[in-house]
């Protein structure tokens, strides 16, 4: 079981940058897949970002693909999201996802475990 926290959200303007941290329990995060995914209001959840266990593998949703950048480290049982050129549209709460089954790279489907959230606001 893992338990994960995120943080790092906030309120910026449109083009600016943000990064997200979502920190681990547990002895065992580096075998899980990690994944971003957001909500926005009255909106469906969307898949964000993915990365593979070792942080050598990266994924990313359409919207977001060239401004924000995914990493983990291991050692700290940590990942991040680095956002940069953020848009009003990026305005949403966004959650960390640990997936053990490692569906969230390929598939876009989370994992059985969730941080409670951070909010972005973009403002334009």
């Known amino acids: 079981q893992v338990q994960l926290v995120e943080s790092g959200g906030g309120l910026v303007q449109a083009g600016g940058s943000l990064r997200l941290s979502c920190a681990a329990s547990g002895r065992t995060f580096s075998r899980y897949a990690m994944g971003w995914f957001r909500q926005a209001p009255g909106k469906e959840r969307e898949f964000v970002a993915a990365?593979?266990?070792?942080?050598?593998?990266?994924y990313y949703g359409d919207s977001v693909k060239g401004r924000f950048t995914i990493s983990r480290d291991n050692a700290k049982n940590t990942v991040y999201l680095q956002m940069n050129s953020l848009k009003p549209e990026d305005t949403a709460v966004y959650y960390c996802?640990?997936?053990?089954?490692?569906?969230?790279?390929?598939?876009?489907?989370?994992?059985?475990?969730w941080g409670q959230g951070t909010q972005v606001t973009v403002s334009a």
């Open positions: 996802n640990a997936d053990i089954l490692k569906r969230v790279l390929t598939l876009k489907v989370p994992g059985d475990y």
């Open positions: 990365i593979n266990t070792s942080g050598s593998s990266t």
